[in-house]
């Protein structure tokens, strides 16, 4: 797994582990929700999706989700549970290295465009982690 692409981002917030914590929290997060759902079910329908509280999350909320990630994947079977897991450890990393305390506006967002598009940056994360070896 690499997290070189947040190179190509020119939002200082998303160089700070911060921004990196959120951000990948919000991919983790996506594929949980994504896998919730079954058989091309939408998003909105995930249990996980209706306890988000988009534009409104606080870091404590942002805690208390990821605490949970290790249970969810157990209950849901997900195929990719160590991936998700992985990623889950890397936000949580740069979340207690930054220490901060609220998201506000520009961690809303960080973390609902990674949530929102979660399989194109796993993919990112894992294919540049291919082409490096």
Same mark, same amino acid.
């Given at each position: 797994m690499t997290i070189d692409f947040f190179k190509e981002f020119q939002d200082p917030y998303l160089h700070s582990p911060e921004g990196q914590g959120v951000f990948?929290?919000?991919?983790?997060?996506?594929?949980?929700?994504?896998?919730?759902?079954?058989?091309?079910? &939408?998003?909105?329908? /995930?249990?996980?999706? &209706?306890q988000m509280n988009f534009g409104k999350m606080t870091m404590r909320d942002l805690h208390r989700h990821l605490s949970r990630v290790p249970e969810l994947t157990r209950a849901y079977h997900l195929g990719?549970?160590?991936?998700?897991?992985?990623?889950? /450890? &890397?936000?949580?990393?740069?979340?207690?290295?930054?220490? /901060?305390d609220e998201m506000g506006v520009k961690g809303n967002f960080a973390f609902t465009i990674a949530f929102m598009n979660s399989y194109e940056y796993i993919k990112k994360m894992f294919q540049d982690a291919k082409e490096a070896e």
């Open positions: 990948l929290a919000g991919i983790c997060l996506g594929q949980l929700a994504n896998r919730q759902v079954q058989n091309g079910g &939408k998003i909105d329908d /995930s249990p996980l999706f &209706k990719n549970a160590a991936t998700v897991e992985m990623i889950m /450890s &890397k936000a949580g990393a740069l979340l207690l290295q930054a220490g /901060s």
